[in-house]
Nanobody
Framework: QVQLVESGGGLVQRGGSLRLSCVAS????????MRWFRQAPGQEREWVAT????????IGTAAMKGRAVISRDNTKNTVYLQIKNLEPEDTAIYFC???????????WGKGIMVTVSA
């Protein structure tokens, strides 16, 4: 019973900030590569960020470099995505995903909506 549950979304004003969290259960997150994706209305899903078990990180959206930070707390089995200086273009459903480094199985959360007002 693997489950990923995102939280922390909602309506944010332009220029504001938020912190998304994803709590994993049914897996040992400390051994998983964790990622955030997002899908804007009418758009394809895109990769946002990755954090490895050794806490090495990658930001996949050029426009978010300098604005987004991905982190993890293995004691809480939680991965975070902090975004500052939000723009309306950041409006999307944000998903977290977990992948074991040794396998091709990926677990997905249901997603959480982030809406940035102009």
């Amino acid at each position: 019973q693997v489950q990923l549950v995102e939280s922390g979304g909602g309506l944010v004003q332009r220029g504001g900030s938020l912190r998304l969290s994803c709590v994993a259960s049914g897996l040992a997150m400390n051994s998983y590569v964790m990622r955030w994706f997002r899908q804007a209305p009418g758009q394809e899903r895109e990769w946002v960020a990755t954090i490895n078990p050794d806490e090495g990180t990658r930001i996949g959206t050029a426009a978010m470099k300098g604005r987004a930070v991905i982190s993890r707390d293995n004691t809480k089995n939680t991965v975070y995505l902090q975004i500052k200086n939000l723009e309306p273009e950041d409006t999307a459903i944000y998903f977290c995903a977990a992948a074991a480094a040794s396998g091709d199985t990926v677990y997905w959360g249901k997603g959480i909506m982030v809406t940035v007002s102009a």
